[in-house]
């Protein structure tokens, strides 16, 4: 099996910072692409960034110039840095990894439990 564990939500002020991180650990031969995703209350899960094996990253519109997404491979861990906090960014964030068990297997995708962002005006 293939646990992610997230890490580093919490309550903020507008304006401030925080800094997620998302620990991938059990069977796991090789991650490709990591990243962070966000449900706020009534809202469809939504991407924030990714990051690719190649350290490529995807960001979407709203967060650009805000949020760095970053990995460390040797550790497992990805990485979002969340700078200028706006209430808007109030969510349920998850990390999700795509994740190669061994050289032979396919490449499946795996989800955090979610770690809660409250941005306070």
């Known amino acids: 099996q293939v646990q992610l564990v997230e890490s580093g939500g919490g309550l903020v002020q507008a304006g401030g910072s925080l800094r997620l991180s998302c620990a991938a650990s059990?069977?796991?031969?090789?991650?490709?692409?990591m990243g962070w995703y966000r449900q706020a209350p009534g809202k469809q899960r939504e991407l924030v960034a990714t990051i690719t094996s190649g350290e490529t990253t995807n960001y979407a519109d709203s967060v650009k110039g805000r949020f760095t997404i970053s990995r460390d491979n040797a550790k497992n861990t990805v990485y979002l840095q969340m700078n200028s906090l706006k209430p808007e960014d109030t969510a349920v964030f998850y990390c999700n990894a795509v994740v190669k068990r061994s050289k032979w297997s396919g490449a499946y995708e795996y989800w955090g439990q979610g770690t809660q962002v409250t941005v306070s005006s």
């Open positions: 059990g069977s796991i031969f090789s991650i490709n692409t």
